[in-house]
Nanobody
Framework: QVQLVESGGGLVQAGGSLRLSCAASGRTFSYYAMGWFRQPPEKEREFVASISWSGGSTYYADSVKGRFTISRDNAKNTVYVRMNNLNPEDTAVYSC?????????????????WGQGTQVTVSS
């Protein structure tokens, strides 16, 4: 089992930045590729970004490429996503997720463990 807890969400104006954190506990964090997903109001959950177990490889949804940066610190059992130039369309509940194997997975069903999520609201 892997337990995941997100933090860092909040209210920000358009053009602003936030950094979300996801702290992991349980099984060895470095065994897992990590992903961030988001669920906008009244929409399906969607892939945002993912990172390999080592942190050496990353993958992004087109909608956030160039604005969001995923990273991880295996010594701290934490994965981050830095979100710059936010716009109202980024408003969503953001969740982190963990999976064994490749990081290049964008479907929520391919991740075994999930956090509860943190709300990000971007005002115009």
């Amino acid at each position: 089992q892997v337990q995941l807890v997100e933090s860092g969400g909040g209210l920000v104006q358009a053009g602003g930045s936030l950094r979300l954190s996801c702290a992991a506990s349980g099984r060895t964090f470095s065994y897992y590729a990590m992903g961030w997903f988001r669920q906008p109001p009244e929409k399906e959950r969607e892939f945002v970004a993912s990172i390999s177990w080592s942190g050496g490889s990353t993958y992004y949804a087109d909608s956030v490429k160039g604005r969001f940066t995923i990273s991880r610190d295996n010594a701290k059992n934490t994965v981050y996503v830095r979100m710059n130039n936010l716009n109202p369309e980024d408003t969503a509940v953001y969740s982190c997720a963990a999976r064994r194997g490749t990081y290049r997975r964008t479907v929520r069903g391919e991740y075994a463990y999930w956090g509860q999520g943190t709300q990000v609201t971007v005002s115009s």
